[in-house]
């Protein structure tokens, strides 16, 4: 389906000076503190889990924050996301019919419902005849409209059917 894309990204990540003295693992720590992003989304789309990679980063400087000695430390890292556009066409399947009209989820790796898929798809019931689909179709729609909200489990999007 290729919806996935692969993304490098940079950020500055400041960790606690008396953290980096308890362990050699520096790449750990900035792993453990860029983790809290998979599942989510951010202003790069949703970010897969297990996906970010440090790629390189720059060597430490000390800087106090709140009189509290940081260190600070600019990385490059790969990330696997999802970032839908509007006019894009997704595959997906129907997870339930209601009356406002169909709320459907993409299949990928480990999604088997609404609530483990990155993308919650709705179509309105004006783009579309309910009563002509069951829990389980699958269906191609094109998206209308999205919703990304910072640190959401799921991109929200509207769409109506392809035929």
């Known amino acids: 389906m290729g919806i996935f894309n692969e993304q490098i990204l940079n950020r500055i990540v400041q960790i606690k000076a008396k953290d980096i003295y308890k362990t050699k693992n520096i790449d750990g720590l900035i792993s453990h503190k860029l983790k809290k992003f998979e599942g989510k989304c951010t202003k790069s ?7 970010i990679q440090i790629i390189q980063r720059s060597v430490g400087k000390v800087c106090n924050i709140n009189r509290e ?23 997906c399947i129907i997870g339930s019919i209601t009356k406002m009209g169909l709320i459907c989820y993409i299949e990928s790796a480990g999604t088997t419902n609404i609530s483990d898929s990155p993308l919650l798809i709705i179509i ?13 179709d699958k269906i191609n729609i094109l998206t209308i409209d999205l919703r990304i909200k910072f640190m959401a489990s799921q991109i929200q999007l509207i769409g109506k059917i392809e035929d």
């Open 69 to 91: 000695s940081y260190i600070e430390y600019k990385i490059i890292y790969k990330i696997n996301s999802i970032l839908p556009k509007i006019g894009e066409k997704y595959e």
């Open 45 to 51: 789309g949703y970010i897969l889990e297990d996906s």
């Open 124 to 136: 309105p019931k004006e783009y579309c005849k309910p009563e002509k689909y069951k829990n389980g």
